[in-house]
């Protein structure tokens, strides 16, 4: 019972580059959550996403962010053109409906660090 | 929106003692869950509490839900080396909204002294 996964574990990128994280959810889980941690703080909720289609994306910043979850394959949050400031830890958490259960669970998230 | 703080943010305690974190709600929740992340590591499911005035323990830590589901606390007795950690609550907010989102407190990081 493979849990959530994520990758890379790490990314390093300069600014104005772009980062791609992704993040497969448990088996049999369509739902996921993107996360974010800055550093000493509690994670914030940033995008909410079902198979092809985006649920909430309320805490996701308006620009230069964007989360897909294909038919087939992981979720993506990509963020174009990283400044310093987007040096954080995103982590992703799955649920296989809107009963939640099993909802809690988190991959051992990204740590993105931008140069 | 809501928000949920958490006190204190820092403990420092001596192997052995006892360890209380707290945690408030400016909303009434659906629900709350307990997390402890390790430095460098990611926030490892520990809890979630339900009911009004629910107490659960799990060995020598003890879970509790406030009687109005606003407030929550975790202790832990005869804190361990292993203890070591940053204790987050999540709150779910039980106003019929998003309750999908969790509001993480900014936790509390536990150092015990051997």
């Known amino acids: 019972n493979a849990g959530v996964m994520q990758n890379p574990r790490h990314l390093v990128r300069r600014r104005g580059q772009e980062a791609r994280l992704r993040c497969s959810p448990m088996?049999?889980?369509?739902?996921v959550y993107w996360y974010r941690q800055l550093p000493e703080e509690g994670l914030k909720f940033m995008v909410y996403?079902?198979?092809?289609?985006?649920?909430?994306e309320s805490g996701m910043p308006k620009e230069r962010f964007s989360a897909e979850f294909p038919k087939e394959g992981p979720s993506i949050l990509r963020i174009q053109q990283v400044v310093r400031g987007d040096s954080a830890a995103y982590f992703c958490?799955?649920?296989?409906?809107?009963?939640?259960?099993?909802?809690?669970?988190f991959g051992p998230g990204t740590r993105l660090t931008v140069l | 929106g809501q928000q949920v703080m958490q006190i204190p943010q820092y403990q420092h305690v001596q192997e052995g003692e006892d360890f209380t974190t707290y945690c408030n709600s400016s909303?009434?929740?659906?629900?709350i869950q307990w997390y402890k992340q390790r430095p460098g590591g990611h926030p490892v499911f520990l809890i979630q509490?339900?009911?009004?005035?629910e107490v659960k323990k799990q060995k020598r830590l003890t879970f509790q839900f406030g009687e109005a589901k606003k407030n929550s606390s975790l202790h832990i007795t005869a804190t361990q080396t292993t203890d070591v950690g940053t204790y987050f609550c999540?709150?779910?907010?039980?106003?019929?909204?998003?309750?999908?989102?969790?509001?993480f407190g900014k936790g509390t990081l536990l150092t015990v002294n051997p």
């Open positions: 958490a799955s649920s296989p409906g809107l009963a939640l259960e099993n909802y809690g669970f």
């Open positions: 088996k049999g889980h369509s739902h």
């Open positions: 996403l079902q198979k092809e289609n985006i649920i909430d």
């Open positions: 909303t009434t929740l659906s629900n």
């Open positions: 509490l339900v009911k009004s005035g």
């Open positions: 999540a709150g779910r907010d039980g106003s019929g909204g998003s309750n999908y989102k969790l509001t």
